[in-house]
């Protein structure tokens, strides 16, 4: 199974391989092309709790240049792609411009938060599905609200990007798999349900297999490949003439330590609008 998982760049994801032939024709493309970007940091990254404190740095626009930068001035951040261990796959590091911070709204009134030092990259590898859009800033201090922290440091804001003809191939597929997936979660449910209004011992016996039987396929077909496939127009947006961005991202901080740089998941990211 092809696995459709954008952030190629983050740690154990990335494998050594050929940078896709058409990266730098796909990066043209994002020239001179403005976003408006939202970031959502929660208290908790891992937690599912819908109502617990957040973080939301809104109103971020950002364009992107077809511009290569020196990352080795420090006026820019380094890239997660191109410094890492595969600098292959990345276009290197862009320009980037921006025409209005973020702000959020705190016990205070509405703060500005300063995202510097901003460059972005194109991360793809030949004969995968999608890439990664991935713009790095330097927070210069911690910024809070009621406990949700967007540390300081490097943040990564990273979004997945297909070309129209990969997408359709990668939604089809995604449809199958969840259209079988269910398939067998409600044959699980069935047989369950037979089996606790049946007395008869042996049909108990054939229900319950059955259902253990359905259970096992749809544990084989858990997977988190699809992930990353939008499956709505509402959450894309089209760049040039080939190729698909995803609106929702993902926003990662920058962990260096003597040993070896990480970057730990700690919000989303998403594209408010396209200029």
Sequence with gaps: ???????????????RGKVHPLLN???EAYDKVQFQIGVDIPHDVNSR???QSRLYIDNICLEFRNLPVLVSGGDVVKLPGCNGPNPASSTGPLATH??????FISMNGMQEVLFDKGCWEMVWLENKPAGSIVCGFDIAQDVTRNGAKLPSGHVYLSFPVFTRETLDVAQAKK?????LFLKYSALQTEELEKMAMTKNVIKKAIHFRNAVGANEKASLMRTNAYKNVPTSEEDIVYIGDDLVLCKNGIVYHEDVSEIKTRY???GHASLKNVV
């Excluded at 921006?98 to 702000?103: A, D, I, Y």
């Excluded at 449809?175 to 259209?179: D, I, N, Q, R």
């Design 1 to 15: 199974m092809i696995t459709y998982k954008c952030d190629a760049f983050l740690g154990s994801a990335i494998h």
């Design 25 to 27: 024709e796909f990066s």
């Design 49 to 51: 709790m819908e109502s």
């Design 98 to 103: 921006m025409h209005s911070q973020g702000k």
């Design 175 to 179: 449809l199958k798999h969840e259209t």
């Design 264 to 266: 730990h998941r700690i």
